[in-house]
């Protein structure tokens, strides 16, 4: 069964730290994965999606098959950055969602 | 150039009334999607919508019904609101094709007591 996992439910991290939000998924066939994150008060808005394997706000997300996994990751994470994000998956020309992840940036 | 623009931003309902929200896009999107956002439970798909004229259940369609009603609005209806119907729930659009990206409403808060 096609399926996204998301293990932390908040992550919180120190301005300026390294972030890495995990994300798995289950899929037969060749996946299509996005990352979409949603701010305060602002509406879920799509982040980056592996195909155009684009770096967006110093965020980047690699595809690793092996391990199933398609993890967003930023060097040096900024306070504006704390938000929803959630890891999801194409299949059958719907989004299946993860759990999500609240990204918490302290000062 | 609004979007996605859905009615009301919130609602409370009394267990057993029914009510219906409204979803309209102005981005000539042909599919429609309806989810319900809940904490731990990430987003989950109700009722999806491919095309103009065509509906189809998702991963928790019970006590939904939709109505694709044309091209740009895609309602979603409780006939008996249920508490564990207490959501909030987004519609969005979705772009047909390579680009495969989801355009999303800015979300209804529904509370039924």
């Known amino acids: 069964a096609q399926r996204v996992t998301q293990p932390e439910k908040l992550l919180s991290v120190f301005k300026g730290a390294p972030v890495e939000l995990k994300c798995n998924y289950s899929y037969s066939g060749s996946p299509e994965l996005f990352w979409y994150v949603q701010y305060s008060r602002q509406r879920l808005q799509l982040l980056l999606r592996?195909?155009s394997r684009e770096s967006i706000k110093g965020f980047t997300a690699d595809l690793n098959k092996g391990e199933t996994s398609f993890h967003l990751k930023k060097p040096f994470a900024q306070e504006e950055d704390s938000a929803m994000y959630y890891c999801?998956?194409?299949?059958?020309?719907?989004?299946?969602f993860g759990q999500g992840t609240t990204l918490q940036v302290k000062p | 150039n609004a979007g996605v623009t859905q009615t009301p931003k919130f609602q409370v309902l009394k267990t057993g009334q029914s009510m219906t929200l409204q979803c309209a896009q102005d981005?000539?999107?042909?599919?429609m999607y309806w989810y319900r956002q809940d904490p731990g439970m990430g987003l989950r798909l109700i009722y999806y919508?491919?095309?103009?004229?065509?509906?189809d259940k998702g991963e928790v369609p019970n006590g939904y019904n939709v109505s694709r009603l044309n091209k740009r609005e895609f309602s979603l209806r409780l006939e008996s609101a249920a508490p564990s119907q207490t959501s909030v729930y987004f519609c969005?659009?979705?772009?047909?094709?390579?680009?495969?990206?989801?355009?999303f409403g800015a979300g209804t808060r529904l509370s039924v007591l």
């Open positions: 969005a659009t979705g772009e047909t094709g390579q680009k495969n990206i989801q355009y």
């Open positions: 999801a998956l194409r299949s059958l020309g719907k989004l299946i």
């Open positions: 592996h195909i």
């Open positions: 981005m000539n999107h042909n599919s």
């Open positions: 919508s491919a095309s103009e004229g065509t509906t």
